[in-house]
């Protein structure tokens, strides 16, 4: 079954480092999401991307995010100067056409620890 | 208000139990809502899909809508151990990026 694969699954990283968050969405699939979900609080949406550009993003999302498709497979989230606050599970999701939800399909998340 | 509340839990049931899981929400501008599953450090898995009000069911699931109230159910016959995990409840408007998750309810089903 075609799945969304997230690397790394965990990475540490100091305060005030760039962070790079990969993902390969499934290969049909033109929609691009990324949320995140700090340990214990509820997933939280971050950005959503399709045709090359940003759709929609929350206000989390601010300008020390930026996403990138750099290739026809690899969906990027780059932190450029991370905090402390940064440190929680992102996920990456992806669907075959715009959905509110019905068909939106989750990796397994990459954990952030920022020291 | 939040804008999706739901009870945390823990909630834990003996196999075979009917599970109810609930949600209460705020904004009535809401018209698509889902049920995930989410299982301890893994990503958010879908299980139901409903959109406005009415009940949708798919084996031993069943969900509920109902926008009246501004309340949503996710019902479980026949609870399995395997089961066990973190429930999340969902909604979206008219947007079709943004879905706003409830905070999740963790239930265990007891052998």
């Known amino acids: 079954e075609p799945e969304v694969t997230q690397t790394p699954s965990h990475q540490v990283t100091q305060m005030g480092q760039e962070v790079i968050l990969r993902c390969v969405p499934i290969?049909?699939?033109?929609?691009f999401y990324w949320y995140r979900q700090i340990l214990g609080q509820k997933v939280e949406f971050l950005v959503s991307f399709y045709n090359n550009e940003i759709s929609e993003k929350s206000e989390i999302f601010d300008d020390q995010f930026s996403v990138e498709r750099p290739d026809g497979s690899n969906f990027t989230l780059k932190i450029r100067s991370t905090k402390l606050e940064d440190s929680a599970m992102y996920f990456c999701a992806s669907s075959e056409r715009r959905t509110s939800g019905g068909e939106l399909f989750f990796g397994e998340g990459s954990r952030l620890t920022v020291l | 208000q939040k804008e999706v509340e739901q009870d945390p839990g823990p909630l834990s049931v003996p196999e075979g139990a009917i599970v109810s899981l609930n949600c209460t929400y705020s904004n009535s501008a809401f018209q698509y809502f889902m049920w995930y599953r989410q299982y301890s450090r893994k990503g958010p898995e879908l299980l139901m899909y409903?959109?406005?009000?009415g009940n949708k069911e798919d084996g031993r699931f069943t969900a509920q809508v109902d926008k009246s109230s501004k309340y949503i159910s996710l019902f479980i016959r026949d609870s399995q151990p395997s089961d066990s995990a973190t429930y999340l409840c969902a909604m979206s408007g008219s947007s079709a990026s943004k879905i706003i998750f409830g905070s999740g309810t963790r239930l265990s089903i007891r052998p």
């Open positions: 409903t959109y406005s009000s």
């Open positions: 290969s049909n699939h033109l929609y």
